[in-house]
């Protein structure tokens, strides 16, 4: 699912491995119309009102973006694991929707540029995330946003990326402080299918 570079936490995980339960998780699968429900609207706030391109960085197996497609977006799933990528080709069989396999760090999709990327519990997992949000910046055409949706979990040994770290991480890329909005995500609890008491926000830089 993530970047297999030699100094990221997620690089010990066998992503093809657990693409058979990965849709087990209620905020993975998106199974329950209520949860599925919440993570749509969400999505329609945070993205273009009109139909666009997107990318999906560590797609999975493509939930968020089949969301995105009924919503009207043209999608650009992009894995590093290949089971992922097969199980989001079969989700949005018939839609307008590409997968590739590929590094999170630079998606292999050319000179292709989007009005979106979305990006979900990845950028954390990422050696060097300033230099990556460079390249994921590059890769979005003039009005184009990054969504990211990130946290920090757990309470002995956290893992993940503050809400704060990431905000600054973006402001060098904006030529603006007010396109940068960042919205906490942890008290709504229908996003994960249960109450959650660490930090889960959403990040969104127009650019």
């Excluded at 969301?67 to 694991?81: C, F, K, M, N, Y």
């Excluded at 999170?104 to 990327?117: I, K, N, S, Y």
């Excluded at 460079?134 to 809400?163: F, M, Q, T």
Aim: one cysteine or more.
């Amino acid at each position: 699912m993530l970047s297999d570079g030699g100094t990221n936490p997620g690089a010990g995980v066998d992503w093809d491995a657990e693409s058979g339960t990965f849709d087990e998780e209620p905020d993975h699968g998106l199974r329950d119309p209520g949860i599925r429900g919440a993570w749509a609207g969400r999505l329609r706030d945070w993205l273009p009102g009109s139909p666009g391109d997107l990318l999906d960085v560590g797609c999975g197996t493509g939930s968020l973006s089949l969301i995105a497609s009924e919503q009207g977006h043209r999608v650009t799933g992009v894995d590093l694991a290949p089971r992922m990528i097969d199980r989001a080709r079969a989700k949005l069989a018939g839609r307008d929707a590409v997968f590739l396999v590929g590094d999170a760090v630079a998606p292999p999709v050319g000179e292709q540029r989007f009005d979106v990327l979305l990006s979900r519990h990845v950028l954390w997992t990422l050696p060097r995330p300033e230099r990556v949000l460079r390249h994921w910046r590059g890769l979005l055409r003039p009005g184009g946003r990054l969504v990211l949706v990130e946290g920090v979990w757990g309470d002995v040994s956290p893992v993940g990326i503050s809400a704060e770290r990431t905000a600054a991480l973006l402001r060098p890329l904006l030529s603006d402080p007010a396109d940068l909005c960042v919205e906490p995500l942890s008290a709504d609890a229908r996003l994960w299918g249960r109450e959650v008491d660490d930090e889960r926000y959403a990040v969104v830089a127009r650019f």
